[in-house]
């Protein structure tokens, strides 16, 4: 099994050496991604720059690389093929003004709600979608964009894959490539395996005058500095209505891709980024980026474990990859398109062992059944759609899961006391899951002339609570019987309308805590 040991030693090498890493392997991704986008491949790699540069210079978290992503490429496509690459820009420009917001309204601590099985499933989800756009690259191109990832639109099964000699080199070199990168550290960490296993493979390519693909056969980068462009739109409310849906979803998107996996090189670095930054730094890159003639992005988790796991801990890394990538499209560009995709091939898959989490396969056995779906659902949906609609969708079957199984927790007990009165005793939450379990337990016509409800025990968690509340006391009322409420919080008083005369307050006992309620809003 190959294991990625991330180097704890934070260095102005470290990070230098392997932003090149991270450089070498963004090329190709920036180029696939403006293909699948439908856009030239310059529109990726200026992406790839500017919101590279400007998160690893103001971001929250440093060591993670942003750039061109797939998530937010396979929405752009329909954007640009109907309306052009102009309106792109302007999206891009507006995405990154409504994640500016996000950040000053600190909406970026919501990630904490994301729970660990959806983690999890995020994590091996992305995992399998890096792997299956890796694969199409084993297939026949027939056109320039077949590195674009046919997995991504749907297509991998139309892959017509190589065969003979050619697939025998291309794996040979995946292979030799995995294994550089594996054995090395054991040898040295003067360098970073990656780098070394694609320098050592493109050598061997070059000496052997192999018959591989190398960077070149998807597309020249050769390009200048980007320049100012402002977006050529009529700036107009129907202009507007057109790029303020897809500037939502790509905005969500690109958050949530970003603060997920600041949350997993916080967990590998043993440190905390700080997502409200985050935030901020991912509009300001992607407003710049649309004014210069990139398509925007957000972080990139493969690139962000190249990059830890070559020892990049500091900002320096993401800058020095930045650089090094703008240098590559200008003055370097015939030398990066003689390095064989095998090599970056290997590099990601090597990405792809370290990023999935192996132990979930041991750990499904063992948790709840629910949290065992949810990690296998979000799996499934970011393979077959994207990250954020895997996200959210786990967010909301967790949180109906945790509402049917403490629905189940409301237990009320009834007894007569030495006054003759039905006394109740309410163990256990009530929210909108459990207030129909609550009003079942009660029967006005069985119960004594006085009756009296404990919630010492209990929490009115919601709204719904409190319309339960003021149900059962109106049930009471009709049935002529004399109802006392005991032990509610402040709040609950405060907010109940038929049974607030009916609150007994007792200063001392009562519990202080706030109802979640739109009148406290």
């Not at 320049?227 to 739109?233: A, F, K, N, Q, R």
């Not at 996200?391 to 079957?397: E, L, P, Q, S």
């Not at 003759?420 to 929210?431: D, Q």
């Not at 202080?512 to 809003?521: H, N």
Request: hydrophobic residues 55%; contains cysteine; negative net charge.
């Amino acid at each position: 099994m190959f294991e990625i040991h991330p180097s704890n030693n934070a260095s102005a090498k470290n990070d230098i050496l392997s932003g090149l890493t991270v450089a070498l392997a963004l090329v190709p991704e920036a180029v696939a991604f403006a293909f699948v986008a439908g856009v030239e491949p310059l529109v990726g790699l200026y992406a790839a720059f500017m919101v590279g540069l400007i998160t690893a210079c103001i971001g929250g978290r440093p060591g993670m690389i942003s750039g061109a992503t797939g998530a937010l490429a396979v929405v752009m496509v329909a954007l640009v093929a109907d309306h052009g690459v102009e309106y792109l820009f302007a999206t891009v420009v507006l995405m990154g003004l409504l994640q500016i917001t996000a950040g000053l309204l600190k909406l970026g601590k919501f990630i904490r709600m994301v729970p660990h099985p959806v983690m999890l499933g995020f994590v091996n989800g992305l995992a399998i979608v890096i792997f299956l756009a890796q694969l199409s690259q084993f297939g026949v191109a027939g056109e320039a964009g077949w590195l674009a990832g046919s997995f991504l639109e749907g297509t991998i099964l139309d892959v017509a894959w190589l065969d003979g000699s050619e697939l025998y080199m291309l794996c040979g070199l995946v292979a030799l490539t995995m294994a550089i990168i594996h054995f090395l550290p054991r040898l040295t960490t003067a360098v970073p395996s990656s780098l070394a296993a694609i320098v050592a493979v493109s050598l061997l390519v070059l000496g052997l005058n192999l018959d591989t693909r190398v960077v070149g056969d998807i597309a020249s980068i050769k390009g200048g500095l980007p320049s100012l462009h402002i977006p050529s739109v009529p700036f107009s409310w129907e202009t507007l209505t057109i790029i303020f849906p897809y500037s939502v979803i790509l905005a969500a998107i690109g958050l949530i891709e970003s603060l997920l996996t600041l949350r997993l090189v916080d967990e590998i670095t043993e440190t905390r980024g700080r997502g409200n930054r985050e935030c901020v730094a991912q509009g300001v890159a992607n407003t710049a980026t649309g004014f210069f003639g990139g398509m925007g992005g957000c972080a990139m988790i493969g690139q962000s474990m190249i990059n830890v796991n070559s020892g990049g801990r500091g900002r320096l890394s993401g800058i020095s990859a930045a650089l090094f990538l703008l240098l590559f499209i200008l003055f370097a560009s015939s030398l990066i398109e003689q390095i064989p995709l095998a090599a970056l091939i290997g590099v990601m898959f090597i990405v792809v062992i370290g990023t999935f989490e192996w132990s979930s396969f041991r750990v499904i056995r063992s948790v709840p059944r629910s949290d065992a779906m949810i990690l296998i659902l979000v799996s499934a949906v970011t393979v077959a759609t994207d990250l954020a609609v895997a996200v959210i969708v786990g967010v909301i079957v967790s949180a109906l899961v945790f509402a049917w199984e403490h629905a189940k927790y409301i237990r009320i007990e009834a007894r007569e006391d030495h006054k003759g009165s039905t006394v109740y005793a309410v163990t256990g939450p009530l929210f909108f899951g459990s207030v129909t379990s609550f009003l079942e337990r009660f029967d006005p016509s069985q119960d004594n002339d006085d009756v009296i409800i404990d919630f010492a025990r209990s929490r009115v968690a919601d709204h719904s609570g409190l319309e339960a509340i003021d149900t059962l006391a109106e049930r009471y009322l009709s049935a002529g019987k004399t109802l006392h409420l005991v032990h509610l919080s402040e709040d609950c008083r405060s907010l109940l309308r038929k049974a607030g005369s009916l609150v007994e307050v007792n200063v001392i006992e009562d519990p202080k805590y706030f109802v979640a309620d739109d009148a406290l809003a």
